[in-house]
């Protein structure tokens, strides 16, 4: 794609985000709300880097991220010898006989913790028996009969929340020294190479299956994403631009301009955006004007 009238470029995109906003593939973005992101942009003479942003943008909505779900319940990884077809591991979360398989939302907490939310809105696309689930706190007490316990995340960006919040608890560091034939899964919608890497680093027998994955490429201003635009200088430019908004509105507070991590992520889910995804697209600020909601 080469960019040789930036108006242009940039009207082409607004014009794209507020289709798919209007045909619901991005449900929780607003035309209008889009126009006004990039408004500012435009106000502070960066409107190729709005545009550029936006048309980076991976979008999860709810029924994509259920797709996502679906996909790596599917998969081979977890499929046994004997499987009829690729949905036998999910009609045995559905079944009233112990499939000896457990479910876990990561984070203990309220529902809305983003783990048990996933968990919920699995309950509801897939028919689960809530008898096959299990909260951390409750892991001492598994039955013996259990073979796997499943951690359910929305998304594993340098898996440091993971290490100290899930295998770091005491009912699981205990179930790990009790049980090491349990097979532990950690199943995130989305995860970052960076942070697979560092949760194998933690528990190397842990097993990580991710219905996608990111990795460094995905480095909005130092992978690759901004090699499909054929314009000299274009990632220059950008960082110019970058740095430009950050002087005249402070964002990335408590997780740097780059979001938590450095990853420079531009992705998000209709529910959320991780904390990894760069502070432009969600932070607030009384000069600012956030697109996404986390």
């Known amino acids: 794609m080469e960019i040789r009238d930036q108006q242009f470029f940039i009207d082409g995109v607004r014009d794209r985000v507020d289709h798919l906003s209007r045909i619901q593939v991005w449900p929780g973005v607003t035309g209008a709300g889009c126009q006004s992101w990039l408004r500012q942009f435009q106000d502070l003479d960066c409107g190729l880097l709005g545009a550029c942003l936006l048309d980076n943008l991976i979008y999860r909505s709810k029924a ?46 309220p529902p809305t913790k983003s783990g048990a939310y996933m968990l919920r809105l699995l309950d509801r696309d897939l028919n689960l028996n809530g008898r096959w689930q299990i909260l951390a706190e409750n892991l001492g007490q598994l039955p013996a009969a259990v073979h796997t316990v499943i951690a359910i995340d929305d998304f594993c960006g340098t898996g440091r929340q993971f290490v100290t919040r899930f295998l770091g608890l005491d ?59 054929k314009m000299n200088g274009l990632r220059d430019i950008l960082n110019d631009q970058y740095a430009r908004i950050l002087q005249a509105v402070p964002l990335g507070g408590g997780v740097g301009p780059k979001g938590y991590g450095e990853l420079a992520l531009t992705y998000a889910f209709e529910h959320t955006t991780p904390n990894n995804t760069l502070p432009i697209f969600w932070q607030k600020h009384e000069r600012w004007f956030n697109l996404l909601e986390r």
Do not use: W
């Open 64 to 109: 994509q991220t259920l797709a996502l779900f679906r996909a790596v319940m599917t998969c081979p990884h977890l499929l046994p010898p004997s499987a009829a077809s690729d949905f036998a591991f999910i009609k045995t979360l559905q079944g009233t006989r112990d499939p000896r398989i457990r479910l876990v939302p990561v984070i203990p907490g």
């Open 171 to 229: 009912t699981v560091r205990q179930l790990r020294r009790d049980r090491p034939e349990l097979r532990l899964i950690y199943m995130p919608a989305a995860a970052h190479q960076s942070g697979i890497d560092a949760i194998l680093a933690a528990d190397p027998g842990l097993q990580v299956f991710p219905g996608e994955t990111l990795n460094s490429d995905h480095h909005f201003f130092d992978g690759r994403v901004l090699e499909r635009y």
